[in-house]
């Protein structure tokens, strides 16, 4: 595959995990309560850190990586996308961030199944597979938030 080419996959990452940070910390602004804000300041700050490794990936392209998603249990799959609002509880927040990590994953996921090279394809699955494990942690707290009596 053509250096340009993943360097401008790598950006639509880049780009996509800055959108996330940008969401998140304006949610974060706009919350209520002071639980829901910390879950929306601690996303933005997650979202961060994941652009900042995907400038290093962009740096050194030959350096893909390899994620192991983990055990998804489509727990976000089964949920509803909630409007943003000002009043979110806790576990409406974390409903919303683990579906938007489903939407990102999605989208990563069908980008992989149509690439023919096996860099790019590789590249994609790894990038679906990043959104995977965002979203099953998202749901491991989502569950436990959401569910107490689970626990």
Not at 16 to 21: L, M, P
Not at 25 to 31: D, I, M, T
Not at 91 to 113: C, F, N, P, S, V
Request: hydrophobic share 40%.
């Amino acid at each position: 595959m053509d250096h340009i080419e993943l360097d401008l996959l790598i950006k639509r990452a880049i780009d996509g995990e800055s959108e996330a940070y940008k969401f998140y910390k304006e949610a974060a602004e706009k919350a209520v309560g002071p639980a829901v804000k910390q879950i929306f300041l601690d996303l933005a700050k997650e979202e961060k850190g994941h652009e900042e490794s995907l400038w290093k990936l962009k740096g050194d392209a030959t350096q893909l990586f390899k994620v192991d998603p983990g055990k998804d249990y489509k727990v976000s799959e089964s949920t509803d996308l909630p409007e943003l609002s000002f009043e979110l509880s806790p576990a409406e927040a974390i409903q919303l961030a683990m579906k938007k990590e489903q939407q990102a994953m999605e989208m990563y996921q069908t980008l992989a199944d149509m690439a023919t090279e096996g860099d790019v394809k590789s590249l994609l699955t790894n990038l679906a597979n990043m959104e995977r494990s965002h979203k099953i942690r998202l749901e491991e707290i989502f569950v436990q938030v959401g569910y107490p009596e689970v626990w």
